[in-house]
């Protein structure tokens, strides 16, 4: 096992990356970064504010700089935003030296978890046809990921379990 690298999760918003992320890292006693909460702290703003008064492009230069940043540590537990493993940069760190796991649901429990959420701005003002299609999009690029994880039927738990299985055997 190759244990200082860092465990990262990727998926699309509302598939649990954050909470599923907080019960891997406590399970293992490694630290757990959350970069969206890292975002906004930097920022002194929701990430919903940030798209709302700087708009996109300021949001993804500022998760790129700070999601490298996070990179550089190891043997971290780490939550990506759900966009953020698209950025070129950030995908070709994490694969070529970290572990990657992507938080697979299928699409129409996605639908119910970001559906109308004030806190995802990409989602508050699509239609469903538009979150289908930011899913369909992003899928294609989260199947890069080095595991991928069918949370489907899964508790929150069991996929950690399943998490720290594929870790420690790895």
Not at 55 to 71: C, Q
Not at 112 to 122: H, Y
């Amino acid at each position: 096992m190759n244990s200082n690298k860092n465990i990262v999760f990727l998926g699309m918003m509302g598939s649990g990356k954050s909470s599923i992320g907080n019960l891997v890292s406590k399970k293992l006693n490694i630290p757990f970064i959350d970069i969206d909460y890292l975002i906004e702290k930097h920022a002194g703003m929701s990430i919903a504010e940030i798209f709302r008064n700087n708009g996109e492009d300021y949001f993804r230069n500022l998760e790129e700089k700070i999601t490298l940043k996070s990179l550089k540590n190891s043997k971290n537990v780490i939550s990506l935003g759900g966009g953020g493993f698209i950025n070129d940069k950030i995908r070709k760190d994490i694969l070529s030296s970290h572990f990657s796991f992507w938080l697979d649901w299928d699409e129409s429990i996605l639908l119910r978890r970001i559906k109308d959420s004030k806190k995802r701005p990409l989602a508050f003002k699509s239609t469903e046809q538009e979150i289908k299609a930011i899913i369909k999009k992003r899928t294609k690029i989260y199947s890069e990921a080095q595991f991928k994880i069918n949370c489907n039927k899964l508790t929150e738990i069991e996929i950690a379990e399943k998490i720290i299985k594929i870790y420690e055997l790895s």
